[in-house]
């Protein structure tokens, strides 16, 4: 009887499980690593990863971190697929943007230009 009432209880802690999931719409613009765009270390993300062509990264405004998209946070970007990864800040003077990482790809970058998108993520 206890073990059918732990499973239960367990069930039902899955099923009304609330993700806390938020969403938000931001403005998307591209970036990529290259000494133009960034610095002296274009590889070099301001929490101190390094990123790589192949990565799936975001950049965010510093206060979209007050919101929960801390370092790490994985987010769903509407019209992209797989989900990108918080590993850079942008600088103070950015509000409601993100910066979509896109390597060595000057061109992708350009091509995506300036978007109003909707982000999803959970909060930690």
Not at 4 to 9: A, G, P, S, T, Y
Not at 80 to 102: A, C, F, P, Q, S
């Amino acid at each position: 009887m206890v073990s059918r009432f732990i499973l239960f209880v367990g069930i039902m802690s899955i099923i009304g499980c609330d993700k806390n999931t938020h969403s938000l719409e931001v403005t998307a613009t591209a970036y990529t690593s290259h000494v133009d765009e960034t610095d002296s270390t274009p590889f070099l993300a301001a929490w101190g990863d390094t990123l790589s062509p192949e990565m799936k990264a975001i950049s965010v405004s510093r206060d979209l971190i007050k919101k929960g998209l801390s370092h790490g946070v994985n987010v769903s970007i509407e019209g992209l697929k797989g989900e990108y990864t918080v590993l850079d800040k942008m600088n103070k003077r950015w509000k409601k943007k993100i910066d979509i990482y896109m390597g060595t790809d000057i061109e992708a970058a350009k091509e995506w230009g300036k978007q109003k998108v909707v982000i999803s993520w959970d909060k930690k």
